[in-house]
């Protein structure tokens, strides 16, 4: 491992400073669990890492005023888990982080840090989109908020820029009568990354007419994938098991997997149609 001097900042202005002072040999670390394979593969080799772990800024999970929530950047999976907040705004969110590796590193990883690693494979990114999530990102000119389906730009890289620090996941609140669900396809161990996974959001007025729905996938492309032609083809349809598989079939367009161990482009495009028509199919059945 390359030799670097290590930095554990306890304020958020002492971060930016030590951004502004080192520029880009400076990395961040949060919970640490990619970047220590990182520096150990010699894929990044800085000069200095910026520990965030003592920036009480960026720790804790709450509901906010309007009834959304908050997940600061350094809150951890397991904290996410467990926490009776996010248990209260979506149990389907708690459960998604809940599939994270295993429990070992849901202790130590953070929310933050796994966004901000940005690999497409993770669990929690296609459930944040789905459930409209933004992240607020700061520097020393000040903040500003991108939305996720915005946040991911390729493999490992997001919107965020020198000098940049992640510093929550702000969800608005969820309608009355919405649905939300996450599947995980993994042929291989439960921990695993997934092959492909889906996460939608359902909201059904009168008669199965469909007033809102999102839908976003992982490991389906180099970032994760927000299906708008999905989404497009039930709003306002009053919904039955062949409008969804008609709509599902759709995906296979907007997905752009990669070949790799967990299976081929085509095959992975394939379960991302299938994938996506059980999850919308559990959301509609669970109104029945």
Request: aromatic share 6%; proline share 5%; hydrophobic share 40%.
């Amino acid at each position: 491992m390359n030799q670097f001097d290590y930095h554990a900042p306890t304020s958020l202005q002492e971060t930016f400073d030590l951004l502004d002072t080192y520029g880009e040999d400076a990395h961040l670390m949060a919970g640490g669990t990619a970047l220590v394979l990182l520096l150990q593969q010699g894929l990044v080799q800085p000069g200095h890492v910026v520990g965030l772990r003592k920036v009480n800024e960026l720790q804790g999970i709450q509901r906010l005023d309007n009834g959304g929530l908050q997940i600061r950047a350094m809150a951890t999976h397991r904290q996410a888990e467990t926490s009776p907040d996010v248990q209260a705004y979506c149990e389907a969110l708690a459960n998604n982080f809940a599939r994270v590796a295993t429990i070992r590193i849901r202790n130590q990883g953070t929310v933050g840090g796994n966004l901000a690693h940005a690999d497409p494979a993770q669990d929690p990114p296609p459930m944040l989109i789905a459930l409209g999530g933004e992240a607020v990102v700061a520097n020393k000119a000040g903040q500003r908020r991108i939305g996720l389906d915005e946040f991911f730009v390729d493999y490992f890289e997001t919107a965020m820029q020198q000098g940049d620090v992640l510093l929550s996941i702000d969800l608005p609140p969820l309608a009355p009568g919405t649905r939300v669900t996450y599947k995980k396809f993994l042929p291989r161990t439960q921990d695993d990354y997934a092959t492909v996974s889906v996460a939608a959001a359902l909201r059904l007025g009168a008669d199965h007419t469909c007033e809102d729905v999102r839908v976003a996938l992982g490991a389906a492309a180099t970032v994760p994938v927000h299906a708008r032609k999905v989404e497009d083809a039930l709003r306002g349809q009053r919904l039955d098991a062949e409008k969804i598989k008609d709509a599902a079939a759709l995906v296979r367009d907007e997905v752009d997997p990669l070949d790799d161990l967990r299976g081929s482009a085509g095959y992975k495009r394939e379960m991302a149609r299938v994938w996506t028509q059980r999850a919308l199919q559990e959301l509609l059945d669970a109104g029945a």
